[in-house]
């Protein structure tokens, strides 16, 4: 299977909304985008980090702990976020290099359609719900950095133009 290539930011593709993904067969795509995920190594992985504008994306959020869990997420929903927020260091494949403190929903409901155009709907914990919500902003063309206040983005940004010259 081909290894994609991920955009990295400041790429304009990174901060389009995407579209919902119709009638086509995404299947291939998703498991091009899950070794492409694997081999980066990462966690999850947005088909608008591919340079493809749909609301697609895979996690896989236990492989890194010796138990594959490949989910591949099409046309998501958060239906419900919950009050407790956990705030957390998040690296992100198209920022390389940098990680930053996001607060975030420890829960959510979230639905879509599976890789077998079945429905889904299930409430997601802890990292998983993390995971999902950071992939989730991708397919609404919102990065880590949008998540900064003002003064942070600008040196966070700073910092990644610095050692990333384009």
């Known amino acids: ?3 994609l290539s991920i955009l990295t ?3 304009p593709r990174l901060a389009t909304p995407c579209l919902p993904v119709g009638e086509e067969d995404v299947t291939q795509l998703a498991i091009d985008m ?11 992985l947005a088909a608008p980090q591919v340079g493809v504008l749909k609301r697609l994306f895979v996690m896989d959020v236990t492989w890194k702990e010796g138990t594959p869990s490949p989910r591949i997420i099409i046309n998501p929903q958060i239906l419900w976020r919950s009050d407790d927020i956990a705030t957390g ?3 992100c494949l198209s920022i390389p290099g940098i990680a930053t403190d996001i607060p975030r929903a420890t829960q959510i409901r979230m639905n879509w359609t599976d890789q077998h155009g079945r429905a889904q709907d299930e409430v997601l914990t802890g990292f998983a719900a993390i995971c999902a919500q950071h992939e989730y902003d991708h397919l609404d063309g919102i990065v880590t950095f949008d998540r900064l206040a003002p003064d942070l983005r600008t040196a966070v940004e700073a910092a990644y133009l610095d050692a990333n010259p384009t």
């Open 1 to 3: 299977m081909p290894v």
């Open 9 to 11: 930011w400041p790429d």
């Open 34 to 44: 899950l070794d492409t995920m694997y081999a980066a190594p990462g966690r999850g």
């Open 89 to 91: 260091s998040e690296g």
